[in-house]
């Protein structure tokens, strides 16, 4: 259902585990390092992002166009596609999706001039081969287009946007407080009408109702209002099932947390973490983040989590803090949390799945760093990029090694083209002979993925994690 | 698998083993359903009356003649080095089935469903949607699925509910999409006229209340869904012969709540809703409606119900070739003649409607207000009148929600509308969905060998106004057409 993640396809059909990822990837693996495919993914994320740009896109189709990549790849390999096709067609699809459709000329013609960029020649200029390639991908994707980004999770989260936003035409508040105008008035009238039919005095109605008398009978309304209404009004605002004023995160943090899951599409935390997951693991990563600078700059060392004096400077969007604080005391709800750990601890989650999740996106920056030095992209150049450089510490010497090692863009294309005649010179011999290059060229590779992995850290962490 | 393959054109396309492997596994229309006739037809593409065949292992009814295609292209299968008895070929239909085991998967349907696709035994019965494939002159290309295939696929394979026709599955083949949804036996439209044309009498009222309070109820669902139809009219609301409605088309429906592009709602469909049924807002060219469109069109229908002909039926303003939409001046006019112009009060925002001047300008509307005698003539609940007045409000804000229409009191009357069946103690007996056996020029979907095909029959006599985004829009078609 498109309302409730739970009972949604993507719940129910598309949440995988890692080993069953591992296993989808394993005739790609013959031909490239687990590391080299990671980056693989990096590249291709990329380039759907920039043919979205040139499309015109938002975020949520070019997200959308991720997903379906990245699950089209769950049935199918690298090798044996054209994966540039492929992830024109997940452009293609998820803007119809996304209620953006764009033309399928424009696409064709967008993802050469991409694709010219990158050297790319294996995209076939046609547009009937891109709409083929729609009907593969509809099939492969077993028509379940529907899904659920973290964004709006986030959001949810952070009280940004109440979980009910657009089914109700007025907030929580606003409407408690419209209620209790109404009341207020039908209040008055009734007291007013009594009070001139005891004077009996001939009606006639003074204009504006004494406001000045107002605050006298306010106490009297509230407890009738108690006797009366307490029950049903209860009852209203728990059907609104909205998180308005639950919690509070700072306008920074937010940012942050926003941009985190920008980056989280070139990994596959979609298609392990349900959408909550990984909005709250942004949200965590978001906040060592910033308790870390402020560390820095106060000079202040006590334990990440414990330093959640959260910056409340950067507050100009839709609810500041206060106004959540006053929704939860208007509405009689306590106060929101007021440290990072409170909040998070707020939501009753296994902590594992969430450190996995956070773990998964950390992950992603060393190896992005080592794929593609953030000199060059410039667009997605953030906190949390130049932090894990700092945190790593790498010098100028490692720097240098890595160059001699370089994986980048361009090697990225050339390996795509190398994996993909492989695969063919292998499909196209006798199974032996076949299997005897495989093997002899993922020991080849293999060699390469130690050299690499010993250069940063955190790559090997990547290593160890996709071989589990 | 498939180790020998022709290497040399092959490395040219390195979508040719996947294509390959795709389309073998592809499953045929024909080889599935056995098509028993022609229901309909509109701009989007035909539907078909069919009935699921048992796997092919274990029967030999079925026509040979339609598997004239091939699955797989012929470079496919030289490449895979399949012996070429084991495909499905015009000739060898019948009898190479009975070779291969009833467990391959290739050749049984009911192994090779997707997650999400609905169970079906042998011998039940769907209707077949199938959307026109795209031409280049005479060749079939592909150029990509509409928008509104891709909303019907995509909202149908979502949502799953009692009043909702179900999508039992999809079926790409030959460039054409194939939606196969449950079977409905009756319409609204066709419930309609069955007590206008031949019986002349009222729907009795339980009946019509329970037709209503389901159709509320499918549509409360789309809702809290956060989808919108806008398309609801008698003709797509169905009724199966279990007295079940079933809300059909979801063609036009879009999910809202995601952060809405550049222009909102109207951005991606500059028309919504058969003229007949369209709300006043999206008359004076709204740009931001709300749910409450969906409820206009539904107290129409009530309407409709009750006097089994249209109540406001106006006449279309076409566009004649000029970017701008033109005011609906005929159709404005028929809703002011039953519920009188606009007074300021009942719709204070009427004044920031784009074509609020063009309403103005293009009265005087009629002072009379006849929808009490209207209703008197028809009903003499005053609860109904009641739900049909709060329908019609003009201010969408202040239009009943689908919700609060359930709850209305008018569906506990009469013993309310606890019975499953709309036709429970009802002695009516309606006819069934007319079929047709012409082929109409769609050779492959025939159901009858050509010779036997009958020349058309007209389906209905009534002429009616099509889906909004299928007339009015016919210019911008092409735009969002991908």
Known sequence: ?468 | MAAAMASGSAMLDPMHYYRAKRDRERRTVLKTYKILGFISSGTYGRVYKAVLLPSPSSSSNTKSSSTNKSTLPSSARAALSIPKDKLPSPTTSTSSYSNTPILDPLNNPELCMRPGDLPAKEGDVFAIKKFKPDKEGDVLTYAGISQSGAREIMLNRELNHRNLTALREVILEDKAIYMVFEYAEHDFLQIIHHHSQTTRTPIPSPTLRRLLHQLLCGVHFLHSNFVLHRDLKPANILVNSAGVVKIGDLGLARLWHKPLAQGGLFGGDKVVVTIWYRAPELILGAKHYTAAVDLWAIGCIYAELLALRPIFKGDEAKMDGKKQLPFQRDQMGKICEVLGPVKADQWPGIVHMPEYKTYLSSGPYPNPNPLPTWYQHRSSSSQGYDLLTRLFEWDPARRLTAREALAHPWFQEEGGVAAKSVFEGSTITYPTRRVTHEDNGDAKMGSLPPSMAQPRLPSSSNFRPASANLTAQQPARKKTRM
């Open chain 1, 1 to 468: 259902m498109s309302s409730s993640f739970w009972s949604s396809s993507h719940c129910l059909h598309w949440l995988t585990t890692r080993p069953s990822l591992l296993i989808s990837r394993q005739v790609d693996l013959q031909y490239c390092t687990p590391k080299q495919l990671y980056c693989l993914n990096i590249f291709f994320t990329q380039l759907i992002q920039k043919l979205g740009k040139r499309l015109l896109l938002r975020q949520i189709p070019i997200a959308t166009a991720c997903v379906f990549f990245k699950r089209f790849y769950l049935k199918n390999s690298i090798c044996e596609t054209n994966p540039y096709l492929v992830l024109a067609a997940c452009v293609f699809v998820a803007a119809k999706v996304e209620e953006t459709p764009v033309h399928i000329k424009s696409v064709v013609s967008e993802a050469k001039v991409v694709f010219n960029e990158y050297n790319i020649k294996m995209f076939p200029a046609e547009s009937n081969k891109l709409g083929e390639m729609e009907f593969y991908l509809l099939e492969d994707l077993d028509f379940h287009l529907v899904i659920f980004h973290p964004y709006r999770a986030l959001l949810h989260i952070t009280g940004r946007e109440p979980a009910d936003s657009g089914k109700f035409p007025m907030s929580r508040v606003e409407e408690d407080q419209m209620l209790k105008k109404k009341e207020l008035e039908a209040k008055k009238k009734r007291d007013e009408e009594s009070r001139k039919s005891n004077l009996s005095v001939p009606t006639r109605p003074s204009p504006s109702p004494l406001p000045a008398t107002n605050h006298g009978n306010e106490k009297d309304v509230d407890e009738i209002d108690e006797d009366e209404r307490e029950a049903k009004r209860i009852r209203r605002l728990m059907g609104r099932g909205s998180t308005e004023g639950i919690g509070e995160v700072d306008e920074g943090v937010l940012q942050i947390s926003w941009f985190i899951l920008n980056d989280t599409y070139r990994t596959d935390v979609h298609l392990l973490y349900p959408p909550y997951i990984i909005a709250i693991s942004a949200v965590y990563i978001a906040f060592c983040l910033t308790s870390m600078n402020n560390n820095n700059n106060n000079s202040n060392n006590s334990s990440s989590t414990a330093s959640s004096t959260r910056t409340r400077t950067s507050s100009s969007q839709v609810q500041p803090i206060s106004t959540s604080i006053n929704t939860n005391q208007q509405l009689g709800l306590g106060q929101p949390p007021n440290s990072a750990a409170e909040f998070l601890s707020g939501f009753q989650l296994n902590l594992n799945i969430l450190f996995a999740c956070i773990q998964d996106i950390i992950c992603l920056y060393s190896i992005w760093e080592s794929f593609e030095p953030a000199t060059i992209r410039q667009q997605t150049k953030h906190l949390a990029n130049n932090h894990t450089n700092q945190s790593l510490g790498i010098t100028g010497e490692e720097k240098k090694e890595k160059e001699k090692e370089k994986f980048g863009p361009e090697e990225a294309e050339a390996l795509v083209r190398k994996m993909i005649e492989s695969r063919m010179i292998d499909m196209g011999h006798p199974n032996n002979a076949g299997l005897n290059q495989i093997s002899k060229r993922s020991t080849n590779t293999n060699a390469n993925i130690m050299d690499n992995a010993s250069t940063t850290s955190s790559s090997g962490i990547g290593k160890k994690r996709a071989r589990k």
